[in-house]
């Protein structure tokens, strides 16, 4: 059965860099068929899509964030991580990593069960 | 940038079937999954590629797409369907990824 586990800091400062980091148990990252993705939810909205990487190094952002994001993995440890930098109070939010399935299209199949990030000073 | 619309809310009474509804420019040409989200959990996939559902999600969701709108239908609504409800799509032109605002579903 597989699981992600988002971890990292629950606090950041404003204008600094949010790291999080997402391990994968169960199965391996490099099997291939899989984008390894990041989505946030800020409070009270709906869903990001952040961006996401296949486990050979390939990467894709959502516009809007691709400027201050870069995910990136490390196959020997079975992570996937997260940089964002110049964070602002706008950037609080539930963060999940979840794994995307690529066929015909793109969907989310295994999900973690989020972390809490809050950017204040 | 692909956008798509979702109504803020829909209301059922137990029992009675619910539908929520996803409209995108040209949708008919792109897979739609559906995801459930309860409050302060995960989301968790319910339909993918239009109308496949999942192992472990009752019949009672389904979905479907002539045209436009997609439609996510869940029959004998009960109390625990209860949840949050996003469509999502991959943009093949962009390699990106879309998901629709959300509806709210509430079980009166």
């Known amino acids: 059965q597989v699981q992600l586990q988002e971890s990292g800091p629950g606090l950041v400062k404003p204008s600094q860099t949010l790291s999080l980091t997402c391990t994968v148990s169960?199965?391996?990252?490099?099997?291939?068929?899989?984008?390894w993705t990041w989505i946030r939810q800020r409070p009270g909205k709906g869903l990001d899509w952040i961006g996401y990487i296949f486990y050979s190094g390939g990467t894709y952002y959502d516009p809007s964030l691709e400027s201050r994001s870069t995910i990136s993995v490390d196959t020997s440890k079975n992570q996937l991580s997260l940089k964002l930098n110049s964070v602002t109070a706008a950037d609080t939010a539930v963060f999940y990593c979840a794994r995307g399935r690529i066929s015909a299209s793109v969907h989310f199949d295994v999900w973690g069960q989020g972390v809490v990030v809050t950017v204040s000073s | 940038s692909y956008e798509l619309t979702q109504p803020p809310s829909v209301s059922v009474a137990p029992g009675k079937t619910a539908r929520i509804t996803c409209g995108g420019k040209?949708?008919?040409?792109?897979?739609v999954h559906w995801y459930q989200q309860k409050p302060g959990q995960a989301p968790v996939l319910v339909i993918s590629y239009d109308r496949d559902r999942p192992s472990g999600i009752p019949e009672r969701f389904s979905g479907s797409k002539s045209g436009n709108p997609a439609t996510l239908t869940i029959s004998r609504v009960e109390a625990g369907d209860e949840a949050d409800y996003y469509c999502?799509?991959?943009?093949?032109?962009?390699?990106?990824?879309?998901f629709g605002g959300g509806t709210k579903l509430t079980v009166l």
């Open positions: 169960g199965a391996s990252m490099t099997s291939g068929g899989y984008y």
């Open positions: 040209s949708i008919g040409s792109k897979s």
């Open positions: 999502q799509v991959w943009d093949t032109k962009s390699d990106h990824v879309v």
